[in-house]
């Protein structure tokens, strides 16, 4: 019976196996987007049993006994590479219409990228008074004590791991409107959460890595990119408390809906990025979502990733998006609205977006990447809500 079923399987994997070697690799849509061909569901098989047994120890202990907090949240010490990075993002949105955005990525010769974005319904979008341009002068007393990333009027400065950062900004700030509208803003926040934080390397759920892995031709400098291209990367939902002063108008802040993330590595490369697509939504049930597809062709032109963060707690890994980056704007004509249909935690999720707001910045040396920061409403399985989108573009082919 034994030898039977041995036979058998051999049979399977043998007919598989021819079946595989006469099908030819799909060309690449527009040259970037590898397409599934030969040897896919085996390669796909292959690097999810790598993955599953490199997490182990993971999926037995958990992350927070593999990954010490309290060195995440702190500022990172740069590599000796010219592209050496530690970046910190943050942004808050409430329900009757008030966005905030910012972030600094710190950087070697004691640069840093910064950005600080405000939508009011009064006001519309003011901006940084550097936009597009991003690339500033870190402020020096934080580049001797690297105790907070601070440049740019923008201060962002941990407090308590995965609980509480303290974010500031004073100074001026342009009108989208009227661009020679100038106004004196600052900025006095909090940022708290009890959630759950989310690793990308652990979280992700193994499969969908596997999938956009497999899809690629696999060869000794693929595997190469990929060690050379890992960054650490988390996110993590919670609220922003604190006020907004705007030429001396005082506007509450009050426990709304914010996001983080924080990412770091040996070097971030914005040139080999081809596009990315990423939303961040916020539902009046109190259903917070992150969701996104990135295409490095280096690594991957394909990559799925987000969660769905209950009201009690709960997170669901995004399991598979429809939503296809060659279909909406790759000539960099952005819709104006956009649906798409995503999977977490077994659940069907059918997503109307509606751009309200936009604006455009640069980074990577204020030419590489062009990134159009963009603030929506949604409408997820019939709740609605609002949300925070960007849209990522390289800029080296113009």
Known sequence: MFDLLVGFAILIFGIIFIKQS????????FKVYTQPGRWYRLKYFIFLMFLILRRLKYYIVGK??????????????????????????????????????GGIERR????????????????????????????????????FHLDRYAGGGLTITPV????????SFSGKMRSQKDPKKIF?????????????????????????????????????????NLKSAHQSHYEQMGHLNGNLSLDGKTISLEDIDAFRDHSFGHKRDWSLMHRYIFHMFYLSNGVKISIGVVSQPLTSS????????????????VESIDLLLYEHGENEVLPKELCFTFVAGGTNYDVKVKYEHEEMHFKGNDSDAKLYERFTTCDVNGILGRGISEWHYNNCKN
């Open 22 to 29: 006469e099908k030819s690799q799909p060309k690449k849509i």
């Open 64 to 101: 927070n006994v593999l990954v010490k907090k309290e060195k995440l949240e702190k500022l990172q010490m740069l590599s000796n590479h010219e592209l050496a990075f530690d970046a910190v993002f943050f942004h808050a949105v409430s329900r009757d219409g008030i966005y905030f955005c």
């Open 184 to 224: 004196d803003v600052e900025l006095n926040a909090d940022w708290r959460s009890d959630y759950d934080w989310i690793y990308f390397e652990f979280d992700t759920p193994a499969k969908v890595i596997a999938r956009s892995m497999a899809r690629e031709v696999w060869n000794r400098q693929f595997f190469k």
């Open 302 to 317: 394909h990559l799925e990733m987000g969660w769905v963060n209950h009201p009690d707690g709960r997170i669901d890994s």
């Open 160 to 167: 308590k791991p995965m609980k509480k950062w303290k974010i």
């Open 108 to 143: 070697q010769k004691s640069k840093i990228v910064g950005l600080v974005y405000l939508v009011l319904p009064d006001y519309g979008i003011l901006e940084s008074v550097h936009l597009p341009k991003t690339t500033l002068d870190a402020e020096p007393s934080s580049l």
